[in-house]
């Protein structure tokens, strides 16, 4: 337990130094208190829809869904009216092969992959002009192959699921039996990370979020799949809160939805007899922004005595304890901005640092 404590101490120490350079000029009197978390496991929480965000989800539930076409494996009944000379076995059904033909006795194989049914339909009569003069032909379907979206990542049956014009977002996932499940501190969590999941239409990613999809149950986004979307919902790799500074056993404290500031403080064994009176919470921007590193304050007596919020934590934050106002507080509020990759190494650090706790 000392050397982790030792470790905790030698990474704040390094993490200072390496970023003391920088001078980025944040007065501490103007650091706020944590927004509420909100979001599992998101990573910063003031996300809000765009006007053209809602412009584009509503252009895309507008969008006609897309008419079937035919893959191997189809099968259709096939009749030619008013010649039954013609016809196929009456009783007997015709399989599109796999690589897309429909073979008719009076002309042979006919290519019909990727068409609709009305295209098909056309395609056919075309073939029999030769032997009629104005052929109609009706192709009835009896099972059809082709009607799945893909769903992949964090669920527990990832794979292909049938598709019709009702099915959405929230219904693929439930195919799917929902998200996978871990166990981290002997709690049963799920793992996936929605607020980094999205949806692939046409080679093109949709603006649409998760949490207001699933969660929140927003129509809006909890869009219409369609025939060859792919769903990936990612695995929460940074479901963890850092605890540095004045506690008395610095760790890394997995975390789960609705982790507080008071629950970080019982797993590190409580404060160490001198600390500031504020901590420090420094939040990463979500992935894949540019957005800067947020820094907040929380005001620990008050916290402890029930005079202020017990503050619920974000996957991925950092938790300073500084000792005192003058020394480590300035330092640290002043110049540190950590960089993405350094965060991750905390965040992330190798399993002989810590064990398997």
Same mark, same amino acid.
């Given at each position: ?9 030698? &990474? ?21 208190? %944590? ?27 507008? +969008? ?10 189809? @099968? $259709? @009944? ?18 599109? *092969? ?35 003069? /104005? ?8 099972? &059809? ?22 099915? @959405?977002? #929230?219904?693929? &996932? ?35 979020? $998760? !949490? ?8 809006? /986004? ?26 008395? +056993?610095? @760790? ?8 507080? $500031? ?9 404060? #160490?007899?001198?600390?500031?009176? =504020? ?9 894949? *922004? ?5 820094? !907040? ?31 480590? !507080? ?17 965040? =992330?650090? %190798?399993?002989?640092?810590?064990? =398997?706790?």
């Amino acid at each position: 337990m000392k050397n982790m404590s030792k470790i905790f101490k030698v &990474i704040s120490g390094s993490l200072i130094l390496c970023v003391s350079a920088c001078q980025h000029d944040i007065d501490p009197d103007e650091l706020t208190t %944590p927004p509420d978390v909100e979001r599992i496991g998101a990573q910063v929480v003031e996300v809000a829809n765009s006007a053209d965000v809602e412009k584009e989800l509503l252009e895309i539930e507008k +969008t006609p869904y897309p008419p079937y076409r035919l893959q191997g494996g189809d @099968r $259709f @009944r096939i009749r030619v009216y008013n010649e039954d000379d013609l016809n196929n076995n009456s009783s007997a059904s015709t399989i599109v *092969t796999p690589d897309g033909y429909i073979v008719m006795d009076a002309v042979g194989p006919v290519m019909v992959k990727d068409m609709t049914i009305v295209e098909a339909t056309e395609k056919l009569e075309q073939s029999l002009k030769k032997l009629v003069k /104005h052929p109609q032909v009706s192709l009835m379907p009896e099972m &059809i192959q082709g009607k799945t979206a893909t769903l992949l990542g964090a669920v527990r049956e990832p794979g292909e699921y049938s598709v019709t014009s009702s099915t @959405r977002l #929230a219904d693929l &996932i439930a195919k799917g039996k929902g998200y996978a499940i871990g166990i981290l501190d002997d709690n049963t969590i799920d793992l996936a990370d929605i607020n980094n999941a999205y949806i692939v239409r046409d080679g093109k990613m949709l603006p649409v979020d $998760f !949490y207001e999809a699933i969660v929140r149950g927003n129509q809006l /986004h909890n869009i219409r799949v369609f025939p060859g979307d792919l769903v990936y919902i990612p695995k929460r790799e940074d479901s963890r809160v850092m605890v540095i500074g004045e506690v008395k +056993t610095p @760790r890394v404290v997995n975390w789960k939805s609705g982790t507080t $500031f008071m629950d970080i403080m019982a797993y590190c064994g409580g404060l #160490a007899d001198d600390y500031w009176k =504020n901590a420090l919470v420094i939040r990463k921007a979500p992935v894949g *922004t540019k957005a800067p590193v947020k820094i !907040y304050k929380i005001a620990i007596d008050d916290v402890i005595a029930g005079r202020a919020e017990n503050f619920a934590l974000a996957a991925g934050d950092i938790v300073y304890i500084p000792k005192d106002a003058m020394g480590e !507080y300035n330092v640290f509020v002043k110049k540190l901005l950590p960089t993405a990759q350094l965060i991750n190494l905390m965040l =992330n650090p %190798p399993a002989y640092w810590f064990g =398997n706790r």
